[in-house]
């Protein structure tokens, strides 16, 4: 949800969702990742994405 170029392709599911403040954090999670990655070069930056996680919000995870 915070990829910028998936989030405007109207043929992935990323598109349908208009959540601003959660997609613009991940947004922000992708960018400190690099930035870190790019200022600390001798150590391996990685940031993780669980996938669709089953929340009260968003219910059971479909298969």
């Known amino acids: 949800m915070g990829a910028l170029a998936l989030t405007q392709d109207p043929d992935r599911v990323e598109s ?3 959540a601003p403040l ?3 954090s991940k947004a922000a999670v992708t960018m400190l990742t690099t ?3 790019k200022a ?3 150590i391996r ?3 993780a994405d669980p ?3 089953a929340t ?3 219910g059971p995870v479909r298969q």
């Open 16 to 18: 349908k969702f208009v």
């Open 35 to 37: 930035q870190y990655a």
């Open 51 to 53: 996938g669709y996680t």
């Open 40 to 42: 600390l070069p001798d």
């Open 22 to 24: 959660y997609t613009s």
């Open 45 to 47: 930056i990685n940031a």
């Open 56 to 58: 009260d919000r968003f």
